[in-house]
């Protein structure tokens, strides 16, 4: 990944991170003492810049964290096939979760940094979608984190790495699947 483009990524998430925090202060909203840790949603990821970010991440990361990491990325992975038999989704952790703790918090993607608060979006035709956040803030009453801006200068960062790569394929990973390809990419580089 360029130099730039690990920039870019680092000020978009800093920006996603510091309007996040913002608003849920409005809120009083922590994820302290929850439950139900969202790392078991089956979220998925669409860019190819969220997935090379993590990249750096997991790059710089102690290898034996790394090799974990990637251990349960195997199993997560595998459970998706039995998924498929069993006819139902499995509540799964993401790899990335210690002890209920993100190990790649630096380099989390988007999602992972924007869940949990209600929120709007202006799409390209200028429909605006508004969704509620998690059960911890069921209501609205102290405004909605416009996602907006982040959704636009990630499209634009994508599109600026897809051109430099000729990368044309479609993307639609967990974080589970994104670790295991992470350990392929990574093994070849090795050798
Ligand atoms: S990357 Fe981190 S924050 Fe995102 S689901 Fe995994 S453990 Fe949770």
Redesign the pocket.
Known sequence: MKKEDIERMRLLYSEMDGAYDALAGKYGFSCDGCEDN??T?R?YHHAVAEYFY?LEGIKKADPELREQIFRKSMVVTESYWHEVQAGEVFKLM????FDG?????EW??M??RLHGLPHHFTMPDGTVRKSGGCPRTNDDSNGLLDRTPFYKELAEIEKSMREDMNYRQRFKKT?AQMFVDMQMELEMEEG
């Not at 703790?101 to 918090?105: E, G």
């Open positions: 969202c790392c949603q979220f993590l993401c790899p990335a979760n703790l993100c190990s790649v918090y989390r993607p999602i992972c974080t």
